[in-house]
């Protein structure tokens, strides 16, 4: 039988500059962004908190505030970090500070919105990994820094393009689908941990590869169908019967 640790790229096989390979495309679309005219509409102050989503610069300040503070100070222990925490405040944290800085630059574009999502994104993955993970192997990071970055393009993605077309009542679901994901995630890292406990390191590593693209490729799909088809996003939370009626 073929050793699956031969299947597997060597624990250190990224180059130094590897995250160029996503900054500088993003960095493109930000310059592109910055020299043209913008739609920088006034926002007004959230009176009632169901207006809060309509107002982006207020409610990525306050998704901002909570995400980094429970990121900080809310103690758990490390299960309960992972599954409950990670998901929720992580995602709050890094699509408020994506939108403040985004809609304060860029007003209402959709796409420079969502290549500074990117950044902000892939800032946070490789922070993550720096402080947290730094030992572990180049797919795992690669992973992290494409996982981060692609819910926090999701996100805004979400919020940008229903902003846009004016479905404010729907506004505020846009943190909820990287949520989602960052739980199947993370809940899959528990229970892998659990049930391949007497399995091989090179088993372990194959089934968070083949999940993690699993993961990724939902995700593009997602941010692909919310981008150019978002009358299926919509109808997917106003009449799912009709979404299920058009994608078969």
Known sequence: MTDLAALFPSDSFLPDWWVLVLLV??????????LRDSERPAYFIPSELHE???SPIYFA???AVVGLWSVLFVGLNMVQRIVIIAPIFEELLKFGVALLIGTAVFGKSIYPRIALALIIGCTFGFVEH???YAGEPDILYLYRVLFHSLLSMISVGVYATFESRNINDLLWIAPIYPIVLHYLNNSFSVLSSVVLATASEATQLLASILFAILILLLGVALLVIVIVRHDLTESLHREPSLFLRDIL
Do not use: H, M, R
């Open 52 to 54: 809060l989503a309509e």
């Open 61 to 63: 300040l306050t998704c």
């Open 25 to 34: 495309p993003a960095g493109i679309v930000l310059f592109i962004g910055l």
């Open 130 to 132: 720096s402080i947290t």
